[in-house]
C-alpha cells in the first residue's frame, strides 16, 4: 500500500500551511499525567511536522503555539509552556540551520517574559538567512490583537499624513498585519477535535481550505500531515469565480 506521502501530487503543493496545535492537555490526562506533560510531547510533533514540511519543499508553516487568550491559563502552566519555549528554542536552533529553515514569529511578542522573547529573537536573528522552508511560531497571538493593533497603526499614519484614505486596499491592509510578507495559508489543519478558529489569522484565511482531525497534537506524526495535503489536493478550489 502506498503511503500518503507517496501520493501526493508534487504539481498541486500548497505553499503555506498554518496548523492549531490542540488537545495536549487531553492527551497527557487520558494517560493520567498533568497537562504540561502533553506541552512536552507536543514538541516532538513539531520537530516532526517541520522535518515533514521540509521534505516536500513546502515554504510556509505556522504553528499556533500560544494565543492571548492562553495568557489566562494558571499562572503554573503558563510557567512551564515559556519554559518549554525557551529550552525548545534553545536546542533546536541548529537543526533549524542545518535543515535551511529560517525561524519567524507573529504575535505580541513584547509580552513574552525577557528570557524567552531573547532566545526567540536571537534564533530568528540566527537563521535569518536560511532560504528553505519558513516556521512561523504564532505567539501571544491573537488575530483580534492583530487587526486591532493594525487599525491604530493605519490611523497613525493617516493622521501623519504618510498615506491618504484612498491607498486603504486589501493589500495596505495586509502589509499592517504582522504576517506582512506571508502568503495566506492555503490549508488550516486543527487537530483533536474542536471545528474552531479560536482567534487565529481571521482575515488571512478567508479562502484557506480547512481541515479538522481528532489525532490529539502529540500523536500527530509527518504520515497525519502528509494525509491531511493529500485531503486538500482532492478538493477544488474555487475562490468565488
Ligand atoms: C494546545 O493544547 C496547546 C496550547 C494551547 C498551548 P491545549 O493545552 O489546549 O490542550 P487541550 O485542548 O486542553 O487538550
Ligand atoms: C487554540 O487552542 C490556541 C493554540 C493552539 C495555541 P485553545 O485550546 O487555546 O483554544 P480553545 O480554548 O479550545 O478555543
Ligand atoms: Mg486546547
Known amino acids: 500500500m502506498l503511503t ?40 516532538t510533533s513539531v520537530r516532526e511536522v ?7 519543499g513546502l515554504k510556509f508553516l505556522t504553528l499556533y503555539a500560544f494565543s492571548t487568550e492562553n495568557w489566562g491559563r494558571p499562572q503554573e502552566e ?11 528554542i534553545e536546542k533546536e536552533t541548529p537543526t533549524l540551520n542545518k535543515n535551511n529553515v529560517r525561524l519567524l514569529a507573529i504575535g505580541d511578542i513584547k509580552r513574552l517574559p525577557g528570557n524567552a522573547g531573547e532566545k526567540l529573537l536571537g534564533c530568528i536573528r540566527q537563521t535569518a538567512g536560511n532560504t528553505g522552508l519558513s516556521l512561523v511560531l504564532a505567539l501571544s ?21 504618510k498615506i491618504t484614505e484612498k491607498d486603504i486596499n486589501d493589500d495596505l491592509v495586509s502589509s499592517y498585519l504582522t504576517t506582512k510578507g506571508i502568503p495566506d495559508p ?56
Open 78 to 88: 503558563v510557567g512551564a509552556l515559556m519554559e518549554l519555549l525557551v529550552d525548545t
Open 50 to 56: 517541520t522535518e515533514a514540511a521540509a521534505e516536500i
Open 186 to 241: 492555503d490549508l488550516l489543519i486543527r487537530t483533536s477535535g474542536e471545528q474552531r478558529i479560536s482567534n487565529f489569522l481571521l482575515w488571512q484565511i478567508a479562502y484557506t481550505e480547512l481541515y479538522f482531525t481528532e489525532t490529539h497534537w502529540p500523536d500527530f506524526r509527518k504520515e497525519n500531515f502528509y494525509e491531511a495535503i493529500y485531503n486538500f489536493q482532492q478538493r477544488e478550489r474555487r475562490f468565488g469565480k
Open 4 to 43: 500518503y506521502k507517496e501520493q501526493l501530487n508534487p504539481d498541486r503543493l500548497p505553499t503555506h500551511i498554518a496548523i492549531i496545535m490542540d488537545g495536549n492537555g487531553r492527551w497527557a490526562k487520558e494517560r493520567g499525567y498533568e497537562r504540561i506533560f502533553g506541552h512536552q510531547n507536543g514538541v
Open 141 to 161: 497571538y491573537s488575530a483580534r490583537w492583530e487587526i486591532t493593533d493594525a487599525i491604530r497603526q493605519i490611523s497613525a499614519d493617516l493622521c501623519a499624513s
